[in-house]
């Protein structure tokens, strides 16, 4: 096995949560007097940074101000939804079979990323957690990975990541390291195989894909 260590995107991921996030983003723009996009849009036009795609749903510009207070409206209904959403249903079953170290870095807010963890069984897997240390999220993903893996002492190179979206991608390449990319959350799979990365229909294929990288 090239590769060592395993780092697990959290939203879209391992845990399935595609429903509420459309729900929570819908709530955000009707607030703004803006459309409702359906999953499969959403899934064809979310990016990061997310005040792009927001801008692009509302056809006009979103600056920082007016971004913040999209992401408390989206983050305030996620929080009331969040007991409808599960993990993915081979999300246990993939975290066994990983013969390395793994870890969880999620662009979800840390203080409440923690306690998710250990209601949802969690507690102990991961080398270390890692969330949002920010007031409002939405931003890319590299920066966060680079201190994630800076805290835990393990090189770039060393590491494969698991993640639905091709910011994961682009966050893995910045380090040094490879994406392996799940069809099941965020991202439309026609664009996920469009990047020629590895691409896995379910996180029991994501992992025996990284296994052989």
């Known amino acids: 096995m090239a590769r060592k260590h395993l780092v697990w995107d959290w939203n879209g991921t391992l845990l399935d949560d595609l429903h509420l996030v459309v729900s929570s983003t819908n709530h955000a723009f009707a607030a703004m007097g803006g459309r409702s996009v ?15 795609f927001y801008a ?5 510009a979103v600056d920082a101000e007016e971004f913040g207070h999209l992401d408390r409206i989206f983050h305030e209904a996620y929080r009331l939804g969040l007991t409808t ?17 793994q870890s969880l870095l999620s662009m979800w ?18 080398a270390r957690v890692d ?10 993903k590299a920066g966060h990975l ?14 494969v990541l698991i993640g639905d979206s091709l910011d994961d991608a682009s966050a893995a390449q910045s380090v040094g390291g490879v994406a392996v990319l799940y069809t099941g959350g965020f991202t439309d799979p026609v664009r996920l195989r469009a990047s ?7 996180l029991v ?8 990288l």
């Open 38 to 52: 359906d999953s499969d849009e959403h899934r064809r036009r979310f990016r990061r940074p997310v005040a792009e």
């Open 56 to 60: 692009e749903i509302l056809e006009r």
């Open 85 to 101: 959403a599960s993990l993915a249903a081979d999300a246990q079953a993939a975290l066994t079979t990983w013969p390395g170290t």
């Open 109 to 126: 807010f840390h203080e409440e990323l923690v306690p998710a963890i250990e209601t949802y069984g969690l507690a102990g897997v991961f």
């Open 131 to 140: 969330g949002l240390r920010t007031e409002v999220g939405g931003d890319l």
């Open 146 to 159: 680079a201190r994630h893996l800076a805290e835990l002492g393990v090189a770039g190179t060393d590491v």
């Open 196 to 202: 020629g990365l590895p691409v896995a229909d379910t």
């Open 205 to 212: 294929e994501a992992v025996d894909i990284a296994r052989g």
